[in-house]
């Protein structure tokens, strides 16, 4: 079974960055879409990024093209979000999700379409 952790979020000021990890283990062979979803409090999960696991196609959600970047590293069973240019609007838990099946990057915003999550981890930006 597909295990993700995320690493990397903490408190950063307005303006600042950060890169997000997401270790996985148990098997990546059958993955073929990873996403970023985050949510924040009192919200609904919202969809922040997808990459094609051994494509490299990427999609971004409109507030955070420019700012964010989305990559993976297959060798390492890893994917990174690096977020530039944070705003106060950016806080939020952010979750990695993965999707297995070649179906699932057609819904790759929709996070009822991905199969395995991790636990989140909370990035607090202030102004």
């Known amino acids: 079974q597909v295990q993700m952790v995320e690493s990397g979020g903490g408190l950063v000021q307005a303006g600042g960055s950060l890169r997000l990890s997401c270790a996985i283990s148990?098997?990546?062979?059958?993955?073929?879409?990873m996403g970023w979803f985050r949510q924040a409090p009192g919200k609904e999960r919202e969809f922040v990024a997808a990459?094609?696991?051994?494509?490299?196609?990427?999609d971004y959600v409109d507030s955070v093209k420019g700012r964010f970047t989305i990559s993976r590293d297959n060798a390492k069973e890893m994917v990174y979000l690096i977020m530039n240019s944070l705003k106060p609007e950016d806080t939020s838990v952010y979750y990695c999700?993965?999707?297995?099946?070649?179906?699932?990057?057609?819904?790759?915003?929709?996070?009822?379409?991905?199969?395995?999550w991790g636990q989140g981890t909370t990035v607090t930006v202030s102004s």
């Open positions: 148990g098997g990546s062979s059958g993955i073929y879409t």
């Open positions: 999700a993965a999707g297995l099946g070649r179906y699932t990057w057609a819904f790759r915003r929709e996070s009822s379409k991905y199969d395995y």
């Open positions: 990459i094609i696991w051994r494509g490299g196609t990427t």
